[in-house]
């Protein structure tokens, strides 16, 4: 059962890595707050439709009003601040330092919210993903990259981190498929305005039409219907540790397929990245919750 769980949490991440190889790919004009906008929005949809043939949603348990809130706009502020910094800084390190500093900054986020005070490791890991970061933020020139790509794509890991801190108390309550459905759509609520300012006419290339339908239903819908399934059956630091695939994913993509430049001393920093989540997710393991 927990080789079922570590290729669900696999395969997940491997999905959601796509996302900004996918946006660079899309047509011209593609705005990237109506790309996020859109993904939020049609997988919202998708995860809906499956809670309810599911039946998840008819469960008496009440909805924390505040955890569901702040779980939702942290989800659409993801979406808006992770594909306007993989735009500004290329793929492979907007996502390197958006999923990256994801961990990092939910110590202190949770230790506000759920009291749960930060291991050594922690400390480790933080001050390796900031040197990791200082030396992205060095080289930026070269590879692309700017403080402003690095700030969005900064903010998109502290919105992340907040809805995971958010999301978690929902999942102990209620199951996974309609956690996920409300925040998604929840979320699409607050960013779905948006797509009356951008021009959508992007959308009628079939290269458009297939980028949103990707997003939506491949990386949204699938990707954390899979990465819930997956966790149910390992440990959390297990599956945080295979999340790494993700950015693996993206900066294999970016450098492979966009032929993005990375320099020595931005591997380097990659690597600072990589070596403070596995110093994080190494740690002792609580036993997934059901």
């Given at each position: 059962m927990?080789n079922?769980?570590?290729?669900?949490?696999?395969m997940?991440?491997?999905?959601?890595?796509?996302?900004?190889?996918?946006?660079?790919?899309?047509?011209?004009?593609?705005?990237?707050?109506?790309?996020?906008?859109?993904?939020?929005?049609?997988?919202g949809?998708?995860?809906?439709?499956?809670?309810?043939?599911?039946g998840?949603?008819?469960?008496?348990?009440?909805?924390?009003?505040?955890?569901?809130?702040?779980?939702?706009?942290s989800?659409?502020?993801?979406?808006?601040?992770?594909?306007?910094?993989?735009e500004?800084?290329g793929?492979?390190?907007?996502?390197?330092v958006?999923?990256?500093?994801?961990?990092?900054?939910?110590?202190p986020i949770?230790?506000?919210v759920r009291?749960?005070?930060?291991?050594?490791?922690?400390?480790?890991?933080?001050?390796?993903?900031?040197?990791?970061?200082?030396?992205?933020?060095?080289v930026?020139?070269?590879?692309?990259?700017?403080?402003?790509?690095?700030?969005?794509?900064?903010?998109?890991?502290?919105?992340?981190?907040?809805?995971a801190?958010?999301?978690?108390?929902?999942?102990?309550?209620?199951?996974t498929?309609?956690?996920?459905?409300?925040?998604?759509?929840?979320?699409?609520i607050?960013?779905?305005?948006?797509?009356?300012?951008?021009?959508?006419?992007?959308l009628?290339?079939?290269?458009?039409?297939?980028?949103?339908l990707h997003?939506?239903?491949?990386?949204?819908a699938l990707?954390?219907?899979?990465f819930?399934?997956?966790?149910?059956l390992?440990?959390?630091?297990?599956?945080a540790?295979?999340?790494?695939a993700?950015?693996?994913?993206a900066?294999l993509?970016?450098?492979?397929?966009?032929?993005?430049?990375?320099?020595?001393?931005?591997?380097?920093?990659?690597?600072?990245?990589?070596?403070?989540?596995?110093?994080?997710?190494?740690?002792?393991?609580?036993q997934?919750?059901?």
């Amino acid at each position: 059962m927990k080789n079922r769980g570590y290729w669900l949490v696999l395969m997940a991440a491997c999905l959601w890595g796509t996302n900004g190889t996918v946006q660079a790919l899309a047509p011209e004009g593609a705005q990237p707050l109506a790309i996020g906008a859109l993904r939020i929005g049609l997988g919202g949809l998708a995860l809906l439709a499956v809670a309810a043939v599911r039946g998840s949603l008819r469960d008496s348990k009440k909805w924390a009003f505040w955890p569901t809130l702040a779980a939702a706009l942290s989800m659409a502020a993801y979406q808006l601040f992770f594909f306007a910094g993989v735009e500004r800084t290329g793929v492979a390190v907007g996502t390197i330092v958006g999923i990256g500093s994801t961990p990092i900054l939910a110590g202190p986020i949770g230790l506000i919210v759920r009291g749960e005070r930060p291991s050594r490791r922690w400390f480790i890991a933080t001050v390796l993903g900031i040197l990791g970061c200082g030396l992205l933020i060095l080289v930026g020139k070269s590879i692309q990259l700017d403080l402003l790509g690095i700030f969005l794509a900064t903010l998109a890991g502290a919105s992340y981190a907040v809805f995971a801190t958010a999301s978690k108390g929902l999942i102990e309550q209620h199951a996974t498929e309609a956690v996920m459905a409300v925040t998604f759509c929840l979320g699409a609520i607050f960013v779905l305005p948006l797509l009356f300012i951008y021009d959508l006419s992007w959308l009628r290339q079939p290269g458009g039409a297939l980028a949103v339908l990707h997003l939506g239903l491949v990386t949204a819908a699938l990707g954390y219907l899979l990465f819930g399934c997956g966790l149910r059956l390992v440990p959390v630091a297990t599956a945080a540790t295979l999340t790494l695939a993700e950015p693996l994913t993206a900066g294999l993509l970016g450098v492979l397929v966009l032929r993005e430049k990375l320099t020595l001393p931005a591997l380097l920093g990659i690597l600072l990245i990589f070596a403070g989540l596995v110093v994080l997710s190494t740690g002792r393991a609580d036993q997934p919750s059901t």
